[in-house]
């Protein structure tokens, strides 16, 4: 009833109402009446809120000041839930308004509807973090990926639980995805490849971009931390191929990935595969983006030594290996490709020497042609095993084809 009568009143003076776009003071007095319930103040908020009033963030501020104040007042379930609903309307206004001096008691609202608390079931906190994001309170955005880190190692199998994290989950990303402040990427991340339903993971993961454009210091961290297993890198690795950060930014990270894909020890099939593959992708991005590191060479070098020397080689790898190097052809690449080649002439003339050797030669030897190198010692090489009755018809044309890609008159 009471509603009805606020709805016939805003039907006779709606027409100054809304022409004037700020005259609150009759909702302002409905609401503010000392006698006025739980219920009653819910009513002239859904009545503000259905209006669809605008420039009116201070009468949300001054609402939620009162629904703060107005708390330890709740004895009923009653109380509460009309109180609940109040607070999100609130909230939802006040996002909706941007009204930064707002943060405060938003923040206020985060701590009294933290799921920490089991009566709490995380629907006002996630309005309350929605709306600290929207009016741009920044000076909080520590404290939310704080809070975010904490649900993220709580791993619960209590579905209860789990509704009531995630809800609060989904605040806190949209949260800091809209403050865009570089303390909020970490756990957002780990949110989005955490214990949470994937709706919520691809929410977090939607949210990364928008965070940060370069953050290739944050994911090197967390490649390089022994603590955290080889397939959340790999997936931070990943994060990074899918940012805007500039290419010199994610060729630096390429080489911390590769370093650590060959650092990182497990016996686990599994997490070496996932090793293999980062460093399988951050060998890819080398070749693309070029040097930025040059501690890539000893690690590319790796790549190709511990695979070839393996009962069980990963010949992918080499061959991604001996295609970057061939690609940067820079003088330290150059030199690990001639290094390649004389191990493998060495061996064609002493043993041993097998189909594995010969497959690799066959990559190694055009991979030195493509480099356009002018290296005397390239060329030498190259000649003598054009010359040498130790190779086939087919291994002498490889060397053949080779100089003449580095501008050699070969008969």
């Not at 069980?312 to 080499?318: D, G, L, S, V």
């Amino acid at each position: 009833m009471k509603r009805i009568i606020i709805i016939l009143l805003v039907c006779f003076a709606g027409m100054t109402i809304f022409a004037q776009s700020a005259d609150m003071s009759y909702y302002e007095d409905e609401y503010n009446r000392p006698t006025a319930t739980f219920t009653e103040r819910l009513e002239v908020l859904e009545t503000v809120r259905d209006a669809n009033l605008t420039g009116i963030g201070e009468f949300y501020h001054n609402a939620l000041r009162t629904l703060l104040r107005r708390f330890p007042d709740i004895r009923t379930r009653e109380d509460r839930t009309a109180a609940e609903e109040s607070f999100k309307i609130v909230c939802q206004g006040l996002g909706s308004e941007q009204l930064a001096e707002a943060a405060e008691d938003l923040w206020q609202t985060v701590m009294f509807f933290d799921i920490i608390r089991g009566e709490n079931d995380g629907l006002v906190m996630q309005e309350a973090l929605i709306a600290l994001g929207q009016v741009g309170a920044v000076e909080y955005a520590g404290a939310i990926a704080q809070r975010l880190h904490d649900f993220n190692t709580l791993h619960t199998s209590d579905v209860e639980t789990r509704r009531r994290v995630q809800r609060a989950v989904v605040g806190a990303v949209r949260a800091l995805e809209a403050l865009g402040d570089p303390a909020g990427f970490r756990p957002v991340f780990f949110a989005s490849v955490e214990w949470y339903d994937q709706a919520i993971r691809t929410i977090a993961s939607v949210a990364l971009p928008n965070i940060m454009e370069d953050p290739g210091e944050i994911i090197a961290e967390i490649i390089r931390d022994q603590s955290i297993g080889p397939e959340i890198k790999y997936q931070a690795w990943r994060e990074m191929l899918r940012t805007r950060a500039p290419d010199e930014s994610k060729a630096r990270v390429a080489a911390v990935a590769l370093a650590t894909g060959w650092i990182y020890s497990t016996t686990n099939p599994t997490l070496q595969r996932h090793l293999r593959d980062m460093r399988m992708s951050a060998i890819d991005t080398i070749r693309v983006l070029g040097v930025q590191d040059n501690s890539v060479y000893a690690d590319l070098e790796k790549s190709y030594s511990n695979n070839f020397i393996n009962t069980n080689p990963e010949y992918e790898e080499i061959r991604r290996t001996i295609s970057c190097l061939s690609a940067v052809a820079s003088d330290e690449a150059v030199e690990l490709l001639l290094k390649f080649l004389r191990e493998l002439h060495g061996r064609r003339r002493t043993g041993p020497w097998g189909n594995r050797e010969r497959q690799v030669m066959q990559w190694v030897i055009p991979a030195l042609g493509a480099t356009r190198t002018q290296s005397p010692e390239v060329i030498m090489l190259l000649t003598t095993i054009r010359r040498s009755s130790d190779y086939t018809g087919a291994e002498q044309i490889w060397a053949r084809d080779a100089l003449r890609a580095l501008g050699q008159t070969v008969s």
